[in-house]
């Protein structure tokens, strides 16, 4: 294959470029007056140009693609998303002048598929969530295009050693805070690829840091670690969008976990509303996921009278989902009450202790199998 080097070089300026106009995206702290000696912050993803976390990774996956002569200047690019990361990607390859597809579940926001559609790509749909990766396949063989296989490729697109990386920002953005080093991070799994990054920079930095990622219902991830079986696979698709996956996917890269949270759907939703109770504004539900796994190892350290900061990750912007989790007819129909957990996070706010009848349904840290985590 002849390739166009003079288009290449032209095409990582633009996306050089690109970041050079943007700043970093801000670090929120939260305050919970029920937790005094424990400060907890989410990283906000959302403020990225394109509107979620993923905006880094498909800035990662074309880089990683034009580096290796996998691209030019014709290339149709493909992808399998639940939609956030199409989003982003639609958005770079506008940039770059190329014909993008996503291959997504049905159920995918409206508005994620309309961004797309904005950016000049165009979706396509498959019935369950499973089925995105050999359709997406397909598809790039029919129009001779590139795969980005997010899936696959975003642990080793993405950078953990350097500077450009959300898990050394979320450092650098701590040191001037009154528990600089965070005693926890916290982030949930769609292809794993911020899991991989957040815990691989933690080793290779030697922070004392511990990382926790959270899963949700319909989804293998927690269960494939718990019980160290990576061949897991599930029927049913996840209701959280974003995250938790019907298969082990290969950027999920259990060595740099040290322990994770099964949160119900209906928790993670109902954090997305109390958030918008306390800041004012609306987060996509693996926000939600990650908020109320956060808020539960506050309760945990508050117990063990340990004090410290938990930073977890604001992923998308909750205006993306305004006709389903924040339609109460939708989620009464798909995701069920929410109002026992909402209850709960209030007096969680005042008190930070979880009301006894919820927290008897919850996963508690140390029956977990790896149980070394918690001291
Ligand atoms: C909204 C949202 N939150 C969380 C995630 C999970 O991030 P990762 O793929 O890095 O595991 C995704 C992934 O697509 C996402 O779209």
């Given amino acids: 294959m002849l390739r166009d080097h003079h288009w290449i070089k032209q095409a990582i300026h633009k996306i050089m470029a690109e970041e050079e106009h943007h700043q970093e995206t801000p670090l929120i702290k939260l305050s919970v007056p029920g937790l005094q000696t424990i400060d907890i912050y989410l990283k906000d993803e959302s403020q990225h140009p394109t ?74 749909f498959v019935e369950h969530s499973g089925d995105i990766y050999p359709v997406a396949r397909q598809l790039a063989e029919k129009l001779n295009g590139h795969y980005m296989d997010q899936f696959t490729y975003a642990e080793r697109a993405s950078d953990w050693r350097g500077t450009d ?23 949930s799994a769609g292809t794993g690829g911020t899991s991989a990054t957040l815990g691989r920079h933690i080793h290779y930095r030697q922070y004392p840091t511990q990382l926790c990622v959270a899963d949700c219902e319909n989804s293998v991830f927690y269960d494939a670690f718990c019980h160290n079986d990576f061949l897991l696979t599930h029927q049913q698709s996840s209701r959280i969008e974003g995250i938790g996956r019907p298969r082990v996917e290969p950027s999920f890269i259990p060595g740099v976990i040290d322990t994770m949270i099964m949160i119900p759907d209906a928790a993670s939703v109902a954090a997305i509303y109390w958030l918008e109770q306390k800041t004012g504004r609306k987060a996509g539900p693996s926000t939600g996921t990650n908020l109320y796994a956060t808020l539960k190892l506050a309760r945990q350290m508050q117990e063990n009278g340990e004090s410290g900061a938990l ?21 009464d129909k798909h995701i069920g009450s929410v109002e026992p957990y909402l209850a709960q996070l209030d007096s969680f706010d005042l008190t930070g202790n979880f009301s006894d009848d919820l927290q008897s349904n919850m996963t508690v840290l140390s029956e977990l199998p790896t149980g070394e985590v918690i001291s």
């Avoid at 990386?165 to 701590?174: P, V």
């Fill in 165 to 187: 990386n959300i898990a050394h920002a979320i450092f650098e953005q701590m040191k001037h805070e009154r528990y600089p080093v965070p005693r926890w991070l916290i982030m």
């Fill in 311 to 331: 930073v977890t990750v604001w992923c998308d912007d909750g205006e993306r989902y305004l006709d389903c989790y924040y339609n109460p007819d939708w989620v």
């Fill in 51 to 124: 509107g979620s976390l993923k905006h880094r990774l498909a800035r990662s996956l074309f880089l990683y693609a034009l580096t290796n002569g996998l691209i030019g200047p014709d290339t149709p690019i493909i992808e399998s998303s639940s939609g956030s990361t199409a989003v982003s990607e639609a958005y770079f390859a506008q940039m770059l002048g190329l014909p993008f597809y996503a291959v997504m579940p049905r159920t995918t926001a409206r508005k994620k598929v309309e961004l797309i559609e904005q950016y000049g790509g165009q979706a396509h």
